[in-house]
């Protein structure tokens, strides 16, 4: 009986130092939990979410690289202790294996932010009926390419535009946003050659964006087969009715004040029986054009936030409108609006492609006769 009681006591002297192992283990894991809080509260306040592009470089260098390499740190401590106090081996070696598969979820999710959802490109279909077509026309909405360097992605996108076959393009701007070493020079002409092939039937139009500011720069001859329009409109004959299309520059598509100036002399000047248009790279027009007879707004520029929480909606979206109008196609009173998420990432001083919940996407659009109501 007497040796039964003091296995006994070794057995409880054991569990109880195991206990011990295991609370140690968890309060370090509190300890990192509270630390990577701290860190990412300190980002937002220092105006991450304003956007500040550096900021944001900071916080997933932060959460992918650095967050990562503590807790690998902690498994091979674990995994460390374990060789030496076989006592707790068990316990430990468990410890070590939690953190080291934190470690890999952490990546996983980096690779998958930075790899895969970037390149999951998302064609949204949307059926728009208008009496002021005879004809059906589809119209391919693209945006905010931010070609960082042509590559595989970037071919794969002009190859599905090629295999949709729409018969008219509309790219709401930001082309390019080059890292180093690429330049302008150096992806340009490849870009322009990718747009060149794609040209539909009814053409390939455009606005400017943030980030393109050499293509300013180039003559309108040069630009062929796209053609830019800034404060300007053009008028296309569908072979079914016409469309009647006005692009906003820069400045007017970021003020709906300014843009109401363009868009009152576009609305004077065009005929009423047109489809008409309207083309900013910024929503933020959109806020002042419900009452105005316009069939059709496009804009980019938000990329849908890039990242979305769950029951929350993008972190951040640079715009004025509200954050349910950063993504996705909607009536705005007359017009109907559609923002698109884009086909790129923003690349801000060397930002990796970066999203979540929130794939790059483009839009083809089918204007469709109405059907007659019998």
Not at 125 to 141: A, D
Not at 351 to 371: A, D, H, W, Y
Request: charged share 20%; proline share 6%; net charge negative.
């Amino acid at each position: 009986m007497t040796e039964l009681t003091g296995l006994g006591m070794t057995d409880v002297a054991s569990r109880s130092r195991s206990g011990r192992v295991w609370k140690l283990g968890l309060l370090l894991g509190l300890v990192i939990v509270v630390y990577a809080v701290f860190r990412n509260y300190s980002y937002i306040r220092a105006g991450m979410l304003g956007p500040d592009f550096s900021i944001i470089q900071d916080a997933y260098h932060f959460n992918f690289g650095e967050l990562p390499l503590i807790l690998a740190v902690v498994a091979l401590l674990f995994a460390g202790l374990a060789v030496t106090w076989a006592r707790w081996r068990k316990s430990l070696i468990w410890l070590s294996i939690l953190y080291a598969f934190l470690v890999f979820d952490l990546l996983a999710l980096r690779y998958y932010v930075t790899y895969v959802e970037p390149q999951r490109l998302v064609v949204h279909q949307i059926r728009l009926e208008t009496p002021k077509l005879s004809e059906p026309v589809r119209i391919l909405h693209i945006t905010d390419i931010h070609v960082g360097a042509i590559g595989d992605y970037e071919a794969f996108i002009f190859e599905r535009i090629e295999s949709l076959q729409p018969d008219l393009i509309i790219n709401t701007g930001d082309f390019l946003q080059v890292v180093p070493p690429a330049t302008f020079e150096s992806e340009w002409p490849k870009l322009h050659a990718m747009i060149a092939r794609v040209n539909p039937r009814l053409g390939t139009y455009a606005v400017f964006g943030d980030t393109e500011r050499e293509l300013y720069r180039l003559t309108p001859e040069e630009l062929e087969p796209m053609v830019m329009l800034s404060s300007r409109k053009e008028r296309i004959d569908t072979g079914g009715g016409f469309i009647s299309l006005h692009g906003l520059s820069l400045y007017e598509s970021n003020s709906g004040e300014w843009a109401l100036r363009s868009i009152g002399q576009w609305l004077e000047q065009s005929d009423p029986d047109d489809f008409r248009m309207l083309l900013g790279h910024s929503p933020n027009y959109a806020l002042k054009v419900g009452d105005l007879p316009i069939d059709l707004c496009l804009a980019g520029h938000t990329h849908g936030g890039q990242v979305r929480l769950p029951f929350y909606g993008p972190l951040v979206i640079d715009s004025e409108v509200p954050r349910e109008w950063a993504q996705g196609f909607r009536r705005v009173g007359i017009p109907y609006l559609n923002v698109s998420a884009g086909a790129g990432s923003n690349r801000h001083g060397g930002l990796p492609p970066l999203r979540f919940n929130c794939p790059s996407e483009m839009t083809v659009i089918e204007l469709v006769p109405m059907r007659p109501i019998r």
